[in-house]
């Protein structure tokens, strides 16, 4: 079976945007509801105010803050909760792009049910695409050793890091369908890794280029939801910029997360669907 020709990714990104819009009202809750415990991880952190007042004092209370061991476990939870919520949202796209009913309980209680299999596999992607990471940190550590300059040391450590870039976005492209394998038919972390690997093959850098795209509005997107706050502490207060910073998130948070995931189970669904037959 040959791989799909460039001039089908416009098709296809159309498809993932359409698809996008008609489930956004079943979407966006559960994207928000993933938010929510994050948000009230962040709230309880030194606001915009007492960061401009004291930033040296404030960053140090914020890394402590981070190092505690309920901030850890509540992250955790934070994560099991935004798995959840994606495998629920990746099953209401995937049945919306099927014309089949949505049956939003149903998908609750599927996502609950493959939520094991969807953290091993999502584990196992972020294990795999970290491996390329290992020479890295032992090429710093070697620079480490040598006494040299900082800058020529930096050098060095800026190139390392930036050859290490391809293979991890080789890797990640490659088996970027682990985790939707496990979250729309519930397969395991190896049967997952085989079909990702099988949708993959022969078209790399077709699905690098379809994923840069909603990859790219969703980066520009929470960027400016960080720069914003920022940019308005000057002017309309910090106490109002951290509220508009706040609001921006969530809405970045409530669009651009189905956004992606639209993307991945319409390009899961139509790549494999000719492989298939």
């Known amino acids: 079976m040959s791989a799909p020709r460039i001039d089908t990714l416009s098709h296809l990104l159309d498809r993932s945007f359409r698809l996008w819009w008609s489930a956004l009202p079943w979407t966006a809750p559960l994207a928000l509801l993933a938010a929510l415990p994050s948000l009230h991880r962040m709230i309880t952190l030194p606001g915009l105010a007492e960061l401009l007042a004291d930033p040296e004092v404030i960053s140090l209370a914020v890394v402590e803050k981070l190092l505690q061991r309920e901030t850890w476990l509540w992250w955790g939870f934070s994560a099991l909760v935004t798995l959840w919520s994606a495998g629920a949202q990746c099953l209401l796209l995937d049945r919306s792009l099927r014309e089949e009913p949505l049956g939003f309980a149903n998908a609750l209680l599927r996502s609950t049910l493959r939520l094991p299999v969807l953290l091993l596999s999502t584990v196992l992607y972020l294990l795999l695409c970290g491996l390329p990471l290992l020479p890295l940190l032992g090429f710093n550590a070697w620079l480490g050793l040598q006494g040299m300059d900082l800058l020529p040391m930096l050098a060095l450590s800026v190139a390392g890091s930036t050859l290490v870039l391809l293979p991890i976005a080789w890797i990640a492209v490659r088996l970027v369908f682990l985790p939707y394998a496990a979250a729309v038919d519930g397969l395991g972390p190896l ?15 077709r699905l690098l280029v379809f994923l840069s795209i909603p ?37 970045t948070a409530a669009l651009g997360g189905p956004m992606l995931h639209a993307c991945l189970v319409c390009a899961y669904r139509e790549v494999l669907a000719p492989q298939q037959s």
């Open 215 to 251: 990859l790219t509005i969703y980066g520009v997107a929470a960027t400016a939801a960080l720069a914003v706050p920022l940019t308005l502490a000057i002017v309309t207060g910090s106490a109002a910029a951290s509220l508009i910073g706040t609001l921006a998130g969530l809405l």
């Open 191 to 205: 049967r997952g890794l085989q079909r990702s690997r099988r949708i993959a093959e022969g078209q790399w850098w």
